[in-house]
């Protein structure tokens, strides 16, 4: 920590409490506050933050928090997008890889694999901040006054993207169908990235919700069948 220069009559500050100050250069200080508060903001919510803790946690003064987010949800809003970005353009340049590799033949497995295998990369080798990430994307999905707005703002891109290729992979399939087994699909992957626990206590060990190169695999084929089961062609017996 550093030490402060003395004069014969300097008083000594009282310590302030929490993380020391870190100087830093400003894109550096930026990256630090986005950081301390993803990790606050997953483990106990938008609500049960407040800029003050922000800031302390990235050992600077809170008007710097201000001044480079503005209110809170400008903050918040910035914690979500900066990996969102990383995540749905990989998934994107994905599918589109798959789908012009495929030659017209695309499988539906081969498409979710294609589709879900980034967010479990990321959360698997991206270091604790990936996976701080994984658990406030589940908790904002789930939340039932800004949830959806968020999660369209910066995730619908890519999911509407993965639509065209379903529509190709399930042709026939009606429109309405398609959007409730992606739904069913959203709920689930959003809850295994968040890596809650539950499996493991309802298991009783047997099986482990950080084993994600494991759940990556279930969960492309659970969605597959998913997707089978609720989208029957126009032909055949749809609803």
């Known amino acids: 920590m550093a030490t402060r220069s003395s004069t014969p009559a300097a008083v000594p500050k009282p310590a ?25 903001f997953s483990k106990h919510g938008f609500y049960g933050v407040t800029i003050r803790e922000v800031a302390r946690e990235a050992g600077v003064d809170t008007a710097l928090v201000h001044y480079y987010f503005g209110a809170k949800r400008d903050l918040f809003d910035a914690v979500f997008l900066r ?17 012009e590799a495929s030659d017209n033949q695309m499988t539906l497995e081969g498409l979710l694999e294609a589709f879900l295998r980034p967010p479990f990369e990321w959360s698997l080798k991206g270091g ?33 993207r993965l639509m065209e290729l379903l529509k190709q992979v399930l042709p026939g399939a009606r429109e309405v169908d398609l959007y409730w087994a992606y739904h069913m699909l959203s709920g689930a992957l959003t809850l295994t990235l968040g890596e809650t626990g539950r499996l493991d ?8 919700s950080g084993d994600l190169l494991t759940a990556g695999d279930y969960m492309v084929k659970f969605a597959a069948a ?14």
């Not at 302030?16 to 606050?40: F, H, N, W």
């Not at 990996?83 to 789908?99: L, P, Q, S």
């Open 226 to 239: 998913g997707f089978r089961a609720c989208c029957p062609s126009q032909g055949t017996g749809s609803r």
């Open 83 to 99: 990996r969102a970005e990383v995540w749905n353009n990989e998934r994107v340049e994905a599918i589109n890889r798959y789908a």
């Open 128 to 160: 604790p901040g990936w996976k701080q990430y994984s658990a406030l994307v589940a908790q904002t999905n789930a939340n039932p006054t800004f949830g959806g707005e968020t999660m369209a703002r910066y995730f619908d891109p890519a999911i509407r």
């Open 16 to 40: 302030r409490r929490g993380r020391p100050p870190k100087a830093r250069a400003g894109g550096d200080t930026r990256d630090s506050i986005l950081d301390a508060a993803e990790d606050l």
């Open 201 to 208: 206590r309802l298991s009783g060990g047997l099986a482990r």
